[in-house]
């Protein structure tokens, strides 16, 4: 079957969403590459990105994907850098996506990536290309270039919901994470939260009670960012099933509130906000997350997974685990010669 790859002026929204949602039913794409998150991203942040767009003889949507152009700052100057269902732009790209890739037709993956592949060689406009939480060995990293650095490897930290079911939460992890929890749980009556799922009329005061909480916690904080708010208060109202905003109280009041996407039988923990610790015992995190599990293995869910992050927490509460790759990937040009001639010299890793 002979595809035609081309990058295209992005769309108008009203209409990319439904060409996106077509494609997307008949895709495995998972969350970050679905329209409730492209779509929110697109239209929270005013992001353009070019569309590249894989068609079939008959003119159907293969695959799609979006590529933000920049100037991006490199150790001797900017570089013409292309970014995966990115913009290029760090403020408009604080959401993170992760499990990045094309969003392919069921089946096709192949053919699209081949497409995409040669398209992208074709183009001489760019000399790096970023590609931000991608699966180790994807295989857009086959793509020829004149060098390939992996800027991050990062956990994703997960609970087998299957192990939990046929055991006890609290009997798979470590016996250090087990006390920190049950030692907690005292403090609350000796049980977990009670965990209630937001309904419509609940989103707004909900979330605006998690930038509450999560207000000055963080030099960078994400919450104080306008754009970023809009973001996920558009996500939780046209996420659907697949997302979920959960708060979860003690006979004292809140406890925490989680964030979470729902697909394919994984549930993904992608913000949260806690109650301040009422005692040097008491770990509202670790009791709302193990709420969560408890919650979802009662739902038959496979997963729950604490998306990507090193965060020490994410690991004591974890029972399995896999990994997400940043790269980038650069074509030749006297000055990237010279910047990795510079960085071997200083001993300086891509990353800085």
Same mark, same amino acid.
């Given at each position: 079957m002979a595809l035609t790859a081309q990058f295209l002026r992005l769309p108008d929204l009203a209409?990319?969403?439904? !060409?996106w949602q077509a494609l997307e039913a008949r895709a495995d @794409?998972?969350?970050?590459?679905?329209?409730?998150?492209?779509?929110?991203?697109?239209?929270?942040?005013?992001?353009?990105?070019?569309?590249?767009?894989?068609?079939?003889?008959? @003119?159907?949507?293969?695959?799609? =994907?979006?590529?933000? !152009? =920049?100037?991006?700052?490199?150790?001797?100057?900017r570089s013409a850098t292309l970014s995966l269902n990115q913009s290029g732009d760090p403020g408009a790209d604080r959401p993170f996506i992760e499990y990045n890739g094309l969003l392919a037709a069921r089946g096709k993956e192949g053919e699209a990536m081949e497409a995409a592949l040669r398209a992208l060689c074709k183009r001489r406009d760019w000399r790096s290309l970023r590609l931000s939480g991608v699966a180790p060995g994807s295989p857009l990293l086959n793509i020829p270039a004149r060098r390939k650095s992996r800027i991050d490897l990062s956990p994703v930290y997960q609970v087998d919901l299957e192990?939990?079911?046929?055991?006890?939460?609290?009997?798979?992890?470590?016996?250090?994470?087990?006390?920190?929890?049950?030692?907690?749980?005292?403090d609350h009556s000796g049980a977990l939260p009670r965990i209630d799922a937001a309904a419509p009329a609940d989103i707004d005061p909900w979330l605006a009670e998690m930038q509450a909480l999560n207000r000055g916690r963080h030099a960078d904080n994400a919450w104080d960012d306008e754009a970023f708010r809009h973001f996920v208060a558009m996500?939780?109202?046209? @996420?659907?099933?697949?997302?979920?905003?959960?708060?979860?109280?003690?006979?004292?009041?809140?406890?925490?509130?989680?964030?979470?996407?729902?697909?394919?039988?994984?549930?993904?923990?992608?913000?949260? /906000?806690?109650?301040?610790? !009422?005692? /040097?015992?008491?770990?509202?995190?670790?009791?709302?997350? /193990?709420?969560?599990v408890d919650h979802y293995a009662g739902r038959g869910l496979s997963l729950y997974s604490l998306l990507a992050g090193k965060d020490r927490y994410k690991?004591?509460?974890?029972?399995?685990?896999?990994?997400?790759?940043?790269?980038?990937?650069? !074509?030749?040009s006297p000055r990237l010669e010279a910047e990795a001639l510079l960085r071997k010299v200083l001993k300086r890793p891509v990353s800085a």
């Open positions: 209409a990319l969403g439904p !060409r @794409g998972g969350f970050f590459l679905g329209w409730t998150w492209m779509g929110a991203w697109l239209e929270s942040y005013g992001a353009r990105p070019e569309l590249l767009a894989i068609t079939d003889e008959a @003119g159907q949507d293969v695959a799609l =994907a979006l590529f933000g !152009r =920049a100037m991006q700052s490199r150790l001797l100057g192990a939990v079911r046929a055991s006890d939460y609290l009997s798979l992890l470590s016996s250090n994470s087990r006390s920190q929890i049950r030692r907690a749980m005292k996500i939780t109202v046209r @996420g659907g099933d697949a997302v979920e905003l959960l708060r979860m109280t003690g006979k004292d009041g809140v406890v925490g509130l989680l964030l979470n996407f729902i697909h394919d039988g994984v549930a993904m923990n992608y913000q949260s /906000a806690f109650a301040p610790p !009422r005692s /040097a015992k008491d770990k509202p995190g670790l009791l709302c997350h /193990a709420a969560a690991q004591s509460l974890a029972t399995r685990e896999e990994a997400l790759e940043w790269w980038q990937i650069d !074509r030749f």
